[in-house]
C-alpha cells in the first residue's frame, strides 16, 4: 500500500490516540512513519519484545493475545483498519504486555517511540488527552475483570457474540448475519474458555433459536434476545463450565 504524506497525517489525526494532537505533531508523525505488510498468521509482535512503537491498522485484521506457561491462548481483543495497539510500551518504553498476529493479509503504519517522545515535549494537549484515554482503559479493563469474575461462560459468549456481530456482521432490524467466520477455538481463546464448553454453549444457543450456523458463518435472528437469555438457559448445562 502506497501512502502519502498526507494521506499518513490524516489516518493518525483519525485515531482516537491523536484526536487532540497539533496539525504540526501529525506532520512530524507522519513524516517519519512507514509502513509495515504482513501475510496472514504473520506475527508483529510477541510479548516480551522490545518495544519499538505504536501501529494503526490500514487494512486487515490483527489479535491481540496472551499466553500461559502451559500454552494457552487468550485473544484479548481483534483490531481492524483504523484501530492503534501497542500505546502501553509506546509511552512508557517497557516489553511488550500481549503478542499481536495478523490473522488474515495485513498492512499497518509504524510511529516510532523516539519520534512520538520528541512530539509529546512539546505538544501539551496531546500529553494531557492521552493521560485521560489511559485513565478510561484502565476503568474498562476493570469492567472486563468483573464480566470474568461474576459471570458465566453463557453470559460471556453472548456478550462476545454481540460485540462481534457490531463489528462483523450485517444487521438489519435487530438480527444479524456474520460476515466473517469465527472458529469455536477463536471464539474459546477470546474467552478464556476451553473449546468443548463453548462448543456445547452454541449448541445450547442454536437449539434454543438463539443463533444458527451456516457454512460456518453465524446468524442471530434476535440480538436482544441473545443478550436476555443465555445465562439460565446455559447454566442447566453444565454449572462447572467443563
Known amino acids: 500500500m502506497d501512502v502519502a504524506e498526507k494521506?499518513?497525517?490524516?489516518?493518525?489525526?483519525?485515531?482516537?490516540?491523536?484526536?487532540?494532537?497539533?496539525?504540526?505533531?501529525?506532520?512530524?508523525?507522519?513524516?517519519?512513519?512507514?509502513?509495515?505488510?504482513?501475510?496472514?498468521?504473520?506475527?508483529?509482535?510477541?510479548?516480551?519484545?522490545?518495544?519499538?512503537?505504536?501501529?494503526?491498522?490500514?487494512?486487515?485484521?490483527?489479535?491481540?493475545?496472551?499466553?500461559?506457561?502451559?500454552?494457552?491462548?487468550?485473544?484479548?481483543?481483534?483490531?481492524?483498519?483504523?484501530?492503534?495497539?501497542?500505546?502501553?510500551?509506546?509511552?512508557?518504553?517497557q516489553p511488550r504486555s500481549a503478542s499481536a498476529t495478523a490473522i488474515e493479509p495485513t498492512s499497518v503504519l509504524l510511529l516510532r517511540r523516539s519520534v512520538f517522545d520528541e512530539v509529546l515535549q512539546s505538544?501539551?494537549?496531546?500529553?494531557?488527552?492521552?493521560?485521560?484515554?489511559?485513565?478510561?482503559?484502565?476503568?474498562?479493563?476493570?469492567?472486563?475483570?468483573?464480566?470474568?469474575?461474576?459471570?458465566?461462560?453463557?453470559?460471556?459468549?453472548?456478550?462476545k457474540l454481540h460485540e462481534l456481530a457490531i463489528a462483523h456482521a450485517t444487521i438489519d432490524k435487530g438480527s444479524a448475519r456474520f460476515t466473517r467466520k469465527f472458529s469455536q477455538t477463536e471464539l474459546a481463546q477470546m474467552l478464556g474458555a476451553s473449546r468443548e464448553a463453548v462448543n456445547k454453549r452454541l449448541a445450547a444457543m442454536s437449539h434454543d433459536g438463539l443463533l444458527t450456523m451456516e457454512n460456518g458463518l453465524i446468524e442471530i435472528p434476535d440480538l436482544k434476545a441473545l443478550m436476555s437469555k443465555p445465562t439460565a438457559t446455559l447454566e442447566s448445562i453444565d454449572p462447572n463450565g467443563r
Not at 25 to 45: C, D, H, M, T, Y
Not at 142 to 152: I, K, M, S, V, Y
Request: hydrophobic share 45%; proline share 2%.
Open 123 to 159: 505538544d501539551t494537549h496531546l500529553a494531557r488527552h492521552l493521560i485521560l484515554l489511559l485513565c478510561d482503559i484502565l476503568r474498562r479493563n476493570t469492567e472486563d475483570l468483573r464480566g470474568f469474575a461474576f459471570h458465566d461462560l453463557g453470559a460471556r459468549l453472548a456478550q
Open 7 to 93: 494521506d499518513k497525517a490524516a489516518i493518525i489525526g483519525r485515531c482516537y490516540l491523536f484526536a487532540e494532537a497539533n496539525s504540526k505533531s501529525l506532520v512530524q508523525l507522519a513524516g517519519r512513519s512507514s509502513i509495515e505488510k504482513l501475510a496472514k498468521n504473520a506475527p508483529l509482535f510477541m510479548a516480551g519484545d522490545e518495544a519499538d512503537g505504536l501501529r494503526i491498522v490500514l487494512d486487515g485484521l490483527v489479535r491481540i493475545w496472551i499466553n500461559d506457561a502451559d500454552g494457552r491462548e487468550l485473544t484479548l481483543t481483534l483490531l481492524e483498519p483504523g484501530d492503534a495497539f501497542g500505546e502501553i510500551a509506546l509511552l512508557d518504553g
